[in-house]
């Protein structure tokens, strides 16, 4: 079955410091990544995503690459804010309509002034 | 994408009663998820539910304990029976697109249940 593995945290950064949360998964198929950010008292919402190997997604200074090689897809950002402060879920789902979503454990994201 | 609505956002229940979680998407879709996440944990899926049919649920779950209901595609419900203290977390309701490339999942802001 599919699963998702993520750095454990909690991860402790100052303002403007580089980020990268570890994503690896196990899969069968092609399945599409995903990235998922819940921020203190507020529901999930998708912050990226890549639908087939190298592809890059990126949203607000978020980056994450499809690496099938490595079955990877590691969370990255260049300058973090406080802003940025929430939960992190890497997640997989296979491809075709109507396929449930499995998440990893989460890395909480503390960033400090 | 559609809008998803949860209610109640929040819940304080005693133990031994049931509350029902509606969650009504502004547009039709043809599969409903519900999630469960315990404090701290990431997200479990709890089940599956299409309109006319019979949900269905992962393993560790059970139809007596988490009804649930799909009476139209715009309209889901969720019902945690019995209830104790274990089932303190927050619920979400989903739903995934149906292009065969673009899975992204939606989510409802939850129902945050809290049993004493």
């Known amino acids: 079955g599919n699963s998702v593995t993520q750095m454990e945290g909690p991860v402790t950064l100052s303002e403007e410091a580089f980020l990268t949360i570890n994503c690896t998964y196990t899969?069968?198929?092609?399945?599409?990544l995903f990235w998922y950010v819940q921020y203190p008292g507020e529901g999930l919402q998708l912050l990226l995503k890549a639908t087939k190997a190298d592809d890059k997604g990126s949203n607000k200074g978020f980056e994450a690459t499809y690496r099938k090689e490595t079955t990877s897809f590691h969370l990255e950002k260049g300058s973090v804010q406080v802003s940025d402060s929430a939960v992190y879920f890497c997640a997989l789902a296979n491809s075709g309509g109507y396929q449930k979503v499995t998440f990893g454990t989460g890395t909480k994201l503390q960033v400090i002034p | 994408s559609a809008v998803i609505s949860q209610k109640p956002s929040r819940d304080i229940c005693q133990r031994g009663t049931s509350l029902t979680i509606q969650c009504q998407v502004d547009?039709?879709?043809?599969?409903m998820f519900w999630y469960r996440q315990q404090p701290g944990q990431s997200l479990t899926l709890i089940a599956t539910a299409n309109q006319g049919s019979e949900a269905t649920y992962e393993s560790g779950f059970v139809i007596d304990k988490f009804p649930i209901s799909r009476p139209n595609l715009t309209f889901s419900t969720l019902t945690v029976s019995n209830m104790s203290p274990e089932d303190s977390s927050i619920y979400l309701c989903?739903?995934?697109?149906?292009?065969?490339?673009?899975?992204?999942?939606?989510f409802g802001q939850g129902t945050r249940l809290t049993v004493v």
């Open positions: 899969a069968t198929g092609y399945p599409s």
């Open positions: 989903s739903y995934t697109g149906q292009e065969y490339m673009n899975t992204e999942a939606f």
């Open positions: 547009s039709q879709v043809t599969m």
